[in-house]
């Protein structure tokens, strides 16, 4: 049987503590002890990813906890928008080393993320599933 609620915020500090280390690790070791070419600059949005998916895969956790959905969100649901955070903020810094970014444009980008997920998530809901 389904449940009706999201798996608890604890089943997912595994996952989360194992990207904090590997992201923020990385990410430091890149900052630090690298010189800027472009191996390490791929380094960088990498790591960057993973250590803001890291950081933002308990908040998304707790928060789909807290306010549920009609089906409750899956653990893949929860990790997507964890990674889709990672995602924004390896592009907010990608633009930024280009100098083209705006406030405007990071608003349009965390619009047009935030319009994905919620696509995603209305098809999600779409699915028939008979009990």
């Given at each position: 049987?389904?449940?009706?609620i999201s798996?608890?915020?604890?089943?997912?500090l595994?996952?989360?503590?194992?990207?904090?280390l590997?992201?923020w690790?990385?990410?430091i070791?890149?900052?630090?002890?690298?010189?800027?070419?472009g191996?390490?600059?791929w380094?960088?949005?990498f790591?960057?990813v993973?250590?803001?998916?890291g950081t933002?895969?308990?908040?998304a956790?707790f928060?789909?906890r807290r306010?549920?959905?009609?089906?409750?969100?899956?653990?893949?649901?929860v990790v997507?928008?964890a990674?889709?955070?990672g995602?924004f903020?390896?592009?907010?810094?990608?633009l930024?080393?280009?100098?083209?970014?705006t406030p405007?444009?990071a608003l349009?980008?965390?619009i047009?993320?935030v319009?994905?997920?919620?696509?995603?998530?209305?098809?999600?809901r779409?699915?028939?599933k008979p009990?």
């Amino acid at each position: 049987m389904e449940s009706r609620i999201s798996p608890p915020v604890r089943s997912y500090l595994p996952a989360a503590i194992l990207l904090l280390l590997l992201g923020w690790g990385g990410l430091i070791y890149v900052i630090f002890f690298s010189s800027p070419n472009g191996g390490t600059r791929w380094a960088f949005f990498f790591t960057t990813v993973i250590a803001l998916t890291g950081t933002a895969l308990p908040v998304a956790a707790f928060l789909n906890r807290r306010f549920p959905s009609i089906p409750p969100a899956t653990p893949a649901s929860v990790v997507r928008q964890a990674m889709w955070f990672g995602i924004f903020g390896a592009t907010l810094a990608w633009l930024q080393l280009g100098r083209v970014l705006t406030p405007v444009m990071a608003l349009l980008l965390a619009i047009g993320l935030v319009l994905i997920e919620w696509l995603l998530r209305m098809r999600e809901r779409s699915q028939w599933k008979p009990n």
